[in-house]
């Protein structure tokens, strides 16, 4: 007897080519694809095409979704991952990592190529002007283009990711609420909010884009908005310090940084959803790790002592325009620098023990040279805090970290250097909410007694480059500032050993490798 | 001068007795590997098949650790230990001394003798080189045959999927891993076999490999008088100790290096561990051979503790293990047999879809728990280990359940559901 093969068909039809529905699905974003190139080259221009383009990117995105998992059970999905040329800094990789770093030069330096005039735009800005008008009755600026393609592709990328992911609930809830926060708060509202509440003058309206990932904040024509901007500014104004100091502490105490950087903001939402495919390019190694630290704290200081700068600047310019003035500013940085030179020397036999020596010394160093500098400035009646003009330093940061770091870089080598880079190297939210993550919150990764069998998919598909294994394999839980809580290492371990938890116990860190000796675990503290 | 230390075999068993060693003294450590210079987890080597990942990702240490820990790695094949004498010679000849030499060979793959055993295409998966040939042996095929219903059976089984490649999959027993699982569990196992279109042919040996022309394989014969033709089969039919060349020194072997409850073998300054090992006396209720991660680590650290001269007995303490069928989970804790003693009660629970299910056992006159098998549910071990320690009463462990439930945030709990079954029909257990 002859075993009939064709009953052993093919389920996995990614290694398999395309099937129907995905052919269709590319099909239909090849379509969109050509209606934006008729839009960019001025060929012809009608706002149905713009509809074409949604319309024929949405389905044919959400079809080759379809297609592509439709006969995979629901589980991990990581086959061929390290085989592809998109996935494997191949060809496909370089190729799209130079589209999307030319894209952030166009878009930032060059956004008249995309057809931005104000006397009437022309290309791919026109071709977003009928959606512009509608929501917030404005022509279209290449800012209004970026914010579109951008939330439509946390969108779409975002069904990807949670159908790639059906059985993991975590997984599906914290993609929901990247791609709810994404449309409502950082793309329709504030375009709704410029229609219904048009303000003499123009601020920020992203709430949940706060400072100092937003360093505008501070900027004299945000505030001077504000201030003008009548209750939707005060609101603006009161959340925008708000969300620094008193809401944005407490949610990282109860849930840990993750409801921020996984759950909410929109670079890590981009991440989590675009950059998927791309999570495992991350650098894992030691010397990475201490990169990122020396990287992101500098920023951290940078974007701060820029900041105070640049209202200082402010005051001492305008003497009587704000409620505050040069000296009162000056006091109360003084005072707030003061009280946390305090808790760093009080408690830095308790809270700060884990903390590298180094470490804990730059810091106090460089909370005590804040100090000194805004007591000098105020003392000397001078102008620049940091002996130079506050606005120039304040633009270098801009081009240097706001654009180039985060855009060109942050975006444009997902395919090549992993989709996190910005949020691990560079973001100063990301090192504010870590720093609390380490120091006060309740979110840590615990693991799962001596289940670890150290095969390191838990390390590979973090794309904030922890090695997760390193504390897994030892029993140790994980409590790493940079970990933005997207739950992939505990979704891809494939013995239950990780689980990300918000609780009141305290983290065990376990004695030796074996931590299970002698029928019990050997617990330090 | 520092005391010479030679470790032969970089798996996880010989790598933590290194470390372990040179946590606790200033010896001389050389680990002889001919698989790898680096230690790399064994357990990943599915991954790497599948494209999860690369050999690199599964280094659980960086490169530069071994330096920095003055762990010597040398790639080389021993050939001959001169244990009467202290030292070993290298396939390239070279005579290395040692006051302590610790064995930790690991296993291979078994053959049983089957005609055509050695061809082109028919292969074991044990190690890298495996891989490798594994790697070679499948590409651009259509069909595969794996034989052995054992966890690195069901593995290769996977693997193969993800190439698209259709598999045979032959198994002695008649239902998968029934010689370990209770009936339900492996019902379970089965059902998702055959949910994932592989040919599962139960209660099926191979018989014969015949080859192509070219020594290929072309098909295999089962007992059950079947012709497959195939271009790839995969013995997968359990793993012995790798001990040949232990074979002919004067150290002591039976099926594996026989050693006391401090992994010395009968040469006072020779030891062994992990998957190579055969205890004289087993402690109670465990078998002879250990072929698992953590016995291999458990292994490792004790061996050390002896060798830097801290008396050290192996106490492994409570069974656990783990694996992963598909997209299937599997933790148990404790000992649960396939079949239950004569003392023994046990419940079973599966939910509607029948994609989850727990097992939990406990002694018939003490009502103790005594262990826990659960499929598709994540369980801490820290509980079940404090349940099995102080041997508490069953309808205690039901109603606590929840604190052993160690699934993702926002997975749907099962405990009321279980409970309410568990109390239906052992309503008898909840007033002792």
């Known amino acids: 007897m002859e075993f009939d093969m064709s009953l052993s068909v093919a389920n996995h039809p990614s290694s398999e080519g395309l099937n129907a529905k995905m052919k269709i699905g590319v099909a239909l974003v090849t379509i969109s694809f050509i209606s934006i190139i008729i839009g960019l080259f001025n060929q012809f221009y009608h706002p149905v095409l713009l509809v074409v383009f949604f319309v024929t990117v949405s389905i044919g995105s959400i079809l080759y979704t379809k297609g592509l998992y439709q006969n995979t059970t629901a589980g991990v999905k990581n086959n061929g991952v390290m085989f592809k040329s998109l996935t494997n800094r191949g060809l496909w990789a370089w190729v799209l990592g130079i589209v999307l770093t030319a894209f952030y030069v166009i878009l930032y330096w060059y956004p008249q190529y995309l057809g931005l005039n104000e006397k009437g735009n022309t290309g791919l800005v026109r071709f977003f002007d009928p959606l512009s008008y509608l929501l917030n009755g404005k022509q279209a600026s290449q800012w209004f283009v970026y914010g579109t393609f951008y939330t439509l592709a946390i969108l779409l990328l975002g069904i990807k990711f949670m159908y790639k992911n059906r059985h993991s609930k975590y997984q599906i809830f914290r993609t929901a609420s990247i791609m709810f926060f994404q449309t409502a708060f950082a793309f329709l509202i504030p375009e709704l909010l410029e229609k219904f509440n048009p303000t003499p003058q123009y601020f920020t309206k992203d709430i949940k884009n706060m400072w100092p990932l937003n360093f505008y904040f501070t900027d004299q024509w945000n505030i001077d908005g504000m201030l003008s901007g009548g209750n939707l500014g005060a609101f603006m104004l009161v959340m925008g310090i708000a969300m620094i100091f008193i809401i944005s502490p407490i949610l990282t105490y109860f849930y840990g940084k993750r409801w921020y950087c996984s759950w909410v903001c929109g670079c890590g939402g981009l991440a989590e959803t675009a950059g998927d495919p791309f999570r495992h390019l991350s650098d894992k190694s030691t010397t990475a790790w201490k990169i990122e630290r020396w990287m992101v704290y500098i920023v951290l200081v940078l974007v701060t002592i820029i900041s105070i700068a640049v209202l200082f600047t402010m005051f001492y310019d305008n003497p009587a325009k704000y409620w505050l003035n040069k000296t009162s500013f000056s006091y109360m940085v003084i005072v707030f620098f003061g009280i946390l030179t305090a808790i760093l020397l009080i408690k830095r036999k308790t809270v700060f023990k884990d903390f590298d020596r180094k470490a804990y010394i730059i810091a106090l160093a460089v909370i005590v040279f804040t100090i000194v500098c805004i007591t000098n400035v105020l003392m000397s009646n001078g102008r620049n805090v940091l002996f130079m003009d506050a606005g120039t330093l304040r633009q270098w940061y801009g081009f240097f970290i706001g654009s180039i770091f985060s855009g060109v870089i942050g975006v444009g080598f997902y395919p090549l250097m992993g989709t996190r880079v910005w949020c691990r190297f560079g973001c100063p939210m990301a090192a504010i909410l870590g720093l609390q993550q380490k120091l006060f919150s309740r979110f840590r990764i615990t693991t799962n007694g001596s289940q670890c069998i150290s095969c390191g998919n838990c390390s590979t598909y973090c794309e904030m480059g922890i090695d997760v294994r390193a504390y897994a394999q030892r029993g140790e839980d994980i409590v790493r500032a940079s970990c933005v809580g997207c739950g992939v290492c505990s979704n891809v371990c494939p013995r239950g050993v990780l689980k990300l938890e918000n609780g009141p116990q305290k983290t065990k860190k376990l004695n030796g490798p074996v931590q299970y000796v002698n029928g019990v675990f050997e617990v330090t503290e | 001068m520092a005391k010479k230390v030679i470790i032969i075999g970089n798996g996880i068993a010989g790598i933590t007795c290194a470390r372990h060693i040179r946590k606790q003294s200033d010896f001389h450590i050389t680990v002889i590997s001919s698989e790898t ?107 595969a045959v794996v034989v052995g219903g054992g966890l690195i059976g069901i593995e290769t089984v996977e693997m193969l999927l993800s190439r698209n490649i259709a598999v045979t999959f032959l198994i002695r027993e008649k239902s998968f891993w029934n010689n370990i699982l209770p009936a339900e569990e492996s019902l379970m196992i089965n059902k998702l076999i055959k949910h994932h279109k592989i040919n599962l042919q139960l209660a099926t040996e191979l018989k ?222 909840q007033k002792v």
């Open chain 2, 37 to 143: 210079k680096y230690f790399y987890s064994r357990t990943a080597l599915m991954y790497i098949y599948m494209g999860h990942m690369k050999q690199e990702h599964t280094k659980p240490y960086e490169d530069h650790f071994w330096e920095k820990n003055r762990i010597n790695l040398l790639q080389a094949y021993v050939q001959k230990i001169v244990a009467t004498q202290n030292f070993i010679v290298l396939d390239n000849g070279i005579k290395m001394e040692y006051d302590y030499l610790v064995l930790a060979t690991g296993s291979k793959s078994n053959k049983f003798g089957w005609p055509g055993q050695d061809l082109i295409g028919v292969q074991g998966l044990y190690n890298l080189q495996d891989v490798q040939r594994m790697q070679e042996n499948t590409i651009g095929i259509k069909h």
């Open chain 2, 208 to 429: 014969e490999i015949k080859p192509d022309g070219n020594g290929k394989v072309s098909s295999v014969i089962t007992n059950t008088r079947q012709e497959i033709k195939c271009e790839f089969v995969a013995l997968t039919v359990g793993v012995s100790p790798n001990i040949a060349f232990v074979k002919e020194s004067e150290i002591e072997t039976d099926k594996g290096i026989l050693v006391n409850n401090n992994f010395q073998t009968n040469i006072e300054n020779v030891f062994a561990v992990g998957d190579c090992v055969q205890f004289k006396s087993p402690i109670e209720g465990r078998k002879p051979i250990e072929q698992v991660w953590y016995t291999g680590k458990m292994h490792g650290e004790t061996a050390a503790k002896n060798i830097v001269g801290t008396k050290a007995d192996y106490q492994p303490g409570h069974w656990f293990n783990s694996a992963k069928f598909f997209d299937l989970e599997y933790q148990t804790y404790g000992l649960i047999p396939a079949e239950k003693g004569e003392n023994d009660e046990w419940f079973w629970w599966q939910d509607a879809k029948g994609e989850k299910g727990v097992r939990i056992m406990w002694d018939k006159t003490t009502h103790a728990f005594k262990g826990i098998n659960s499929l598709g549910i994540r369980i801490k071990h820290e509980v079940c280990n404090d349940w099995l320690n102080e041997k508490t009463k069953i309808h205690a462990v039901v109603k606590d359940f929840k604190k052993a439930n160690f699934d993702p945030e926002f997975f749907k709990k099962f405990e009321k559901e279980f409970e309410a079954a568990f109390l239906k029909e052992h309503h008898y257990l």
